[in-house]
């Protein structure tokens, strides 16, 4: 499914009956530009022009893929859809060009093992940037070399259990 679509009568003129379609979005609409696969949970996103992450990521989503798009600002709340949690466990992030990652950006996201930030240009990321992911496990910065001014007392990352970082080189100041 997609979109599903409304059709309302309403009288044009006094001897005319319109038709009227409006688009409206149900649980299974999948973002514009992506592709979705419900049987596995999986959105992907790539090439695109926008700036920022889509803000109708399917509650269902367990894998998203937003590669190869114009997030040069990793907003606040960026996965927060209709304030609701999703049930996202693994998020790729890689190829997009993100040089910020500003403070509460994965809120919403309590169930994330795997974050895959690679291929970045990261220059700065908040103290409070990964606030929010107590499941968080692995974190890739793959293939650059990083030289990160952090805002705060350095990150904040969660540390209930042993976390896998996987990097080339990261300068912290």
């Known amino acids: 499914m997609g979109l599903c679509f409304i059709i309302s009568l ?18 299974d609409a999948c973002p514009s530009s992506c592709v979705c696969a419900r049987d596995s949970g999986t ?3 790539r090439d695109g ?3 920022e992450v889509p803000s109708d990521i ?27 949690e999703l049930e996202m466990t693994k998020l790729s992030l890689s190829y997009n060009g993100i ?5 509460y950006a994965f809120v919403g996201l309590p169930r994330l093992h795997l974050l895959d930030l690679s291929h970045n240009q990261l220059e700065s990321i ?8 107590p499941e968080l496990r692995s974190l890739f910065l793959n293939s650059s070399n990083y030289f990160v001014k952090t805002t705060g007392s350095g990150i904040a990352l969660p540390q209930s259990k042993p976390m896998a970082f996987k990097t080339s080189l990261i300068f912290f100041q």
């Open 43 to 45: 959105v992907t996103c």
């Open 10 to 27: 309403i009288n044009c003129s006094p001897s005319v009956v319109c038709l009227l379609c409006s688009p409206v979005r149900t649980d």
């Open 49 to 51: 022009e926008d700036t």
């Open 99 to 103: 040089q910020v990652i500003e403070p």
């Open 126 to 133: 908040s103290a409070r940037a990964f606030h929010g992911l």
């Open 58 to 84: 399917p509650e269902w989503t367990s894998t998203l893929i937003l590669q190869g798009r114009n997030i040069s600002t990793l907003q606040r709340g960026a996965f927060m859809t209709n304030s609701s």
